[in-house]
């Protein structure tokens, strides 16, 4: 049971490159998340999702795309990086949306973009 | 707007002594607040959590207290340990909408 898995762990983009942040859990979670965290902020909620096929913006959409064709993969796409995207990218899932249950956490992705 | 506010950005205890963290929120909306602790280079984790219709929750060494008239919560850890060392980040939630604050860096010296 690996959790989440965040792919990759590090990468440097040059100004308008685009890139895909894959995401996948395997705890059979409906909902999952992509958060965004910058230096000395806590994390900012980009997009969620409630179900494969079912997608909405969060706090921090703009400059991002997703897509949820399964549970168990989130991907989050950057299409024109700007420098205002470097941050560290966290994937979550849980069991059910909002009260105490847990969101569990992949291990990030560390994105500069140049 | 920053709905969810950590003040201190580092606290330093003794081992065996009590580690307090505070967190400040504005919306009165929320209904869960949580606490998680990460380490370097990996993701949050979940420590502990409290319905906005209790004062207290309580799970081992960690105890967390809500006051709502205050909309002020703080995260007890009796007694801190080394391994304890890490960031601590509040959260406060309303169904998808979860907000952090910005985190506490908690040292715990031998």
């Known amino acids: 049971n690996a959790g989440v898995t965040q792919t990759p762990k590090f990468r440097i983009l040059k100004i308008g490159q685009s890139m895909t942040l894959q995401c996948t859990q395997d705890m059979n979670h409906n909902y999952m998340y992509w958060y965004r965290q910058d230096p000395g902020m806590g994390l900012k909620l980009i997009y969620y999702s409630v179900g494969a096929g079912i997608t909405d913006k969060g706090e921090v959409p703009n400059g991002y795309n997703v897509s949820r064709s399964t549970t168990e993969d989130f991907p989050l796409r950057l299409e024109l990086a700007a420098p205002s995207q470097t941050s560290v990218y966290f994937c979550?899932?849980?069991?059910?949306?909002?009260?105490?249950?847990?969101?569990?956490f992949g291990p990030g992705t560390r994105l500069t973009v140049l | 707007d920053q709905q969810v506010k950590q003040n201190s950005p580092s606290l330093s205890v003794q081992e065996g002594r009590i580690s307090i963290l505070n967190c400040d929120y504005t919306?009165?909306?929320?209904?869960?607040f949580l606490w998680y602790k990460k380490y370097p280079a990996e993701g949050p984790t979940f420590l502990i959590s409290i319905s906005s219709i209790k004062d207290k929750n309580e799970d081992g060494r960690f105890t967390v207290f809500l006051n709502k008239s205050a909309k002020h919560l703080s995260l007890h850890i009796v007694p801190s340990q080394p391994g304890d060392s890490a960031v601590y980040f509040c959260a406060a939630t309303r169904v998808f909408d979860m907000r952090f604050g910005a985190g506490t860096r908690l040292t715990v010296k031998p």
């Open positions: 919306n009165s909306m929320f209904d869960y």
């Open positions: 979550a899932s849980s069991y059910r949306a909002g009260g105490p249950d847990t969101q569990y």
